[in-house]
């Protein structure tokens, strides 16, 4: 599978489970994230998504999306919403 396809994958579950997170807060997310910032999450994981599938990837050092550095500095490592945009945002700068 190509790198470009894995990160598809990983950004649509990333989107997915932002979404689950917005229909059904959980108090662990909401005591580490709000609302807004899932929202500005799931808009830059729809950017990244679209340059994707119109196969116009920016160059390496134009793809971060700055979710995994704010998660990785203020979230909980235990949680899996965490770690899901984390792998997404790796997957994408990795292509």
Not at 14 to 30: F, G, K, M, N, V
Not at 47 to 58: G, Q, R, T, W
């Amino acid at each position: 599978m190509s790198r470009q396809n894995i990160a598809r994958r990983k950004i649509e579950q990333a989107i997915r489970a932002i979404d689950e997170a917005l229909h059904q807060p959980s108090i662990e997310i909401l005591s580490v994230t709000s609302v807004n910032q899932l929202e500005h999450f799931k808009e830059r994981l729809l950017e990244a998504l679209a340059k994707i599938m119109e196969d116009n990837v920016p160059d390496r050092e134009y793809r971060e999306l700055g979710i995994a550095k704010l998660i990785t500095d203020q979230w909980p490592y235990s949680l899996a919403l965490g770690a899901t945009l984390v792998e997404a945002e790796q997957a994408y700068k990795a292509i």
